[in-house]
């Protein structure tokens, strides 16, 4: 069964700290691996965006790595700043019968505070 | 500014009545989808829809309606026959298909089943 499974469920961290959060998934055939950020009451927007090749891709003061063959990935936030308060979507994507499907894990909630 | 518009923001339904969920785009996106997100749980894809006059189910239709008769709006109605509609409704809008490209969200409607 195809499966997208985040942890932390929630986390906390002080305003400056560097944090990871972690994506494990078990989907085949894979084809890309998204993490968006989710501010409580908005819809999700996308951070990067990962395919079978990439290893790591930045965006800011987010970096995003992936393992393929542990199928694994992870989202380090550096500094983190009070505006990184939010949830954190891990999407992974399935080429299945000639469509792509999206499998989307719960998410991390991480609250920085001052 | 391009963009998705989702309406209403907030929306309180009784039992047995049936509400419609707007989406608007102008991205020019081919591309439309809705989604629903429950606290705890990965979003689920309820319908979508490639092209115009033509849509499909996704995994969680039952008690739920769609219609594209224009490339830009893709609405949603939320019958009474959806057993718990009680969530976070999210649009999103691609230019193909959302394996490959990324989703752009419009800013949800959160219904409220009295």
């Known amino acids: 069964k195809n499966q997208v499974e985040q942890s932390p469920q929630s986390l906390i961290i002080l305003e400056g700290k560097n944090c990871t959060l972690q994506?494990?998934?078990?989907?085949?055939?894979?084809?890309?691996l998204r993490w968006y950020k989710q501010d409580t009451g908005r819809g999700p927007v996308s951070l990067t965006i990962m395919t079978f090749s990439e290893n790591t891709k930045s965006n800011g003061r987010y970096t995003a790595t992936l393992d393929a063959d542990t199928k694994q990935s992870s989202l380090h936030i550096t500094a983190s700043q009070l505006s990184d308060s939010a949830s954190y979507i891990c999407v992974v994507s399935a080429l299945m019968d000639s469509n792509y499907q999206l499998i989307w894990g719960a998410g991390t909630k991480l609250i920085i505070k001052p | 500014d391009g963009g998705i518009t989702q309406s209403p923001k907030y929306l309180f339904r009784k039992e047995g009545q049936n509400v419609t969920l707007s989406c608007e785009q102008n991205l020019n996106h081919d591309a439309m989808y809705w989604y629903r997100q429950d606290p705890g749980q990965g979003l689920r894809l309820i319908y979508y829809?490639?092209?115009?006059?033509?849509?499909q189910k996704g995994d969680i239709a039952e008690g739920y309606s769609v219609s594209r008769e224009k490339k830009e709006s893709f609405p949603l109605t939320v019958t009474s026959a959806q057993k718990n509609p009680t969530a976070f409704y999210l649009c999103?809008?691609?230019?193909?298909?959302?394996?490959?490209?990324?989703?752009?969200f419009g800013a949800g409607s959160r219904l409220t089943v009295l």
């Open positions: 999103a809008s691609a230019n193909r298909g959302a394996g490959a490209n990324v989703l752009t």
């Open positions: 994506c494990n998934y078990t989907v085949s055939p894979f084809s890309n």
């Open positions: 829809s490639q092209i115009v006059n033509d849509f």
